[in-house]
């Protein structure tokens, strides 16, 4: 769970990255980091905490060059410590780079065992250092040839955007598990932009190009992007980035993200249809689902719940106790929506169950009459390898409860989750664009492979 964010030849390309971090803060809000470019010599800041935060005016200006690559980070392999903020930089054989990564990589733990008998040395846990290692001991003289070889052998997730001495490079797996797109500049046409979502591009007033396709490598200097393609898989997208990761307002490999949670609302009301008087979302991840599902049942859509914007993504804290704290924290009922009345509660997915039942409870303490929960999703019985933070399979409710037991833990009158076949219409699957709904059906793309185990090593840098 992080967001990329790169540009190419732009007089501000610093503030211009700070821009597109804003914008993919949803992506990932527990560090963020910006390294610029200027002629081969690479100017860096990262720091724990939100972009806006992190980032004031006297430190961009600090960040000269007409290239910068920039990522915000939720912490999914490698622990959340100070040394494992992107973009990670490295030196060698002459010349700087920086990386920033979107995605998990499944082999991750074997090739650091293989590294290390031949002598690296790691400075982080995070998965991506491997693919610096991998770089630095190819036999290759050129960057794009030392890139090839650590390709070769990662396996996995990735988008990457990466900046080394006049050049920006833009890398999608070939599964093209995350997003990647490409865009350029209205006002400066030769600058290009890479991000993990289209809604970057809007902010900066950048128009739309194209998606990085699965298994592309794009390569953009002075003479403009040239392309690589290495054989793709089929395709392979995560449906979970339209379920709940990305915004609204993205389009993802051609499909809105909006239109597709729509659908998904419309095909929930289809399948699991109730009574009711009221449908409320779960803002915000539950609202356009809610809208889809009124509109096609025929409810009416209100504001029952009202969210605290001021306080963060609990689910996003990685520590228990503010998680189960921050539910109360964050949502409130309104009686004058739900009081008397037989709502219909929708949000995008139940993980571990907590936050439904919460919400349950405090929709009937403010006077519903029956509360049906409706789920945009199917049940997550998964772990996700591949960049997503679920929990172990453990911790996830459906993965040893049946929904019936569901909907009686969570205090619901009744419960319903959208099918994988609703979910799949819903999100336009179709020949060449096919998803990975693994979370849901266990259907794996690609299996991890187990390493050594090791212990982190734990540096707090203030
Ligand atoms: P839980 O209490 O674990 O069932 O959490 C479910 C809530 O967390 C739902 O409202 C989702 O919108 C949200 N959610 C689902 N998956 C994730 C995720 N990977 N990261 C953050 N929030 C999530």
């Known amino acids: 769970m992080c967001g990329v964010f790169g540009i190419f030849d732009h007089p501000e390309a610093a503030n211009l990255t700070y821009l597109g971090l804003h914008a993919l803060q949803h992506r990932g809000q527990e560090s963020a980091g910006l390294v610029s470019n200027d002629g081969g010599m690479l100017h860096g800041v990262r720091a724990m905490g939100h972009v806006r935060k992190i980032f004031t005016r006297e430190l961009l200006d600090q960040l000269p060059g007409r290239i910068a690559v920039g990522h915000v980070r ?12 992107q973009p990670l930089t490295a030196q ?9 990564h979107n995605g998990n990589l499944v082999n991750e733990a074997p090739l650091r065992d293989e590294l290390e008998r031949q002598g690296a040395i790691f400075t982080s846990m995070s998965d991506t250092e491997v693919v610096l290692q991998l770089m630095a001991r190819s036999g290759h003289a050129s960057v794009l040839e030392q890139l090839g070889d650590a390709l070769d052998q990662i396996q996995g997730a990735y988008s990457f955007v990466i900046t080394t001495e006049d050049k920006l490079i833009a890398v999608r797996d070939p599964y093209g598990f995350r997003p990647l797109v490409l865009g350029r500049l209205r006002s400066h046409p030769g600058s290009w932009v890479v991000a993990s979502e289209t809604c970057a591009f809007d902010l900066i007033e950048a128009e739309f190009v194209r998606d990085i396709e699965p298994g592309e490598i794009l390569v953009i200097d002075a003479s403009g992007p040239t392309r690589v393609v290495r054989p793709p898989q089929p395709r392979r997208f995560c449906v979970f980035e339209h379920v709940y990761f990305a915004r609204p307002d993205t389009v993802l490999d051609g499909v809105s993200v909006y239109e597709a949670r729509v659908a998904m609302g419309e095909q929930l009301a289809i399948e699991h249809p109730v ?65 008397g009345k037989r709502v ?6 139940i993980v571990r169950g907590t936050t439904s039942r919460k919400i349950a409870r405090l929709v009937r303490n403010a006077g519903a009459r029956e509360v049906h929960v409706r789920i945009s999703s199917p049940p ?7 960049g997503i933070d679920t929990p172990t399979r453990a911790e996830l ?28 219409a819903a999100v336009r699957e179709r020949p060449g664009f096919g998803y990975c709904d693994a979370c849901f059906t266990g259907n794996y793309p ?17």
């Open 446 to 462: 690609i299996r991890p492979t187990a390493g050594a185990g090791r212990r982190a090593l734990r540096i707090v840098e203030v």
């Open 397 to 424: 409710v459906a993965s040893s409860h049946s929904i019936d037991e569901i909907a009686r833990s969570i205090e619901a009158d009744s419960l319903g989750y959208l099918s994988p076949e609703g979910l799949r």
């Open 380 to 386: 997550v019985n998964g772990p996700c390898h591949y």
């Open 92 to 100: 060698f054989r002459g010349r700087s780079i920086a990386l920033a």
């Open 344 to 349: 219909v509660v929708v949000d995008d997915s």
């Open 74 to 85: 939720y912490t999914t392999a490698g622990g959340s410590l100070v040394k494992n903020i």
């Open 275 to 339: 009574d009711a008087d009221v449908v409320i979302p779960v803002p915000d991840s539950g609202v356009v689902a809610a809208l889809g599902y009124a509109r096609k049942s025929g409810i009416p859509f209100e504001m029952g719940l009202i969210r605290n914007h001021y306080v963060g993504r609990t689910f996003i804290e990685p520590m228990d106790s503010i998680r189960h704290f921050g539910v109360r924290l964050k949502l409130n009922a309104v009686p004058q929506v739900v009081a």
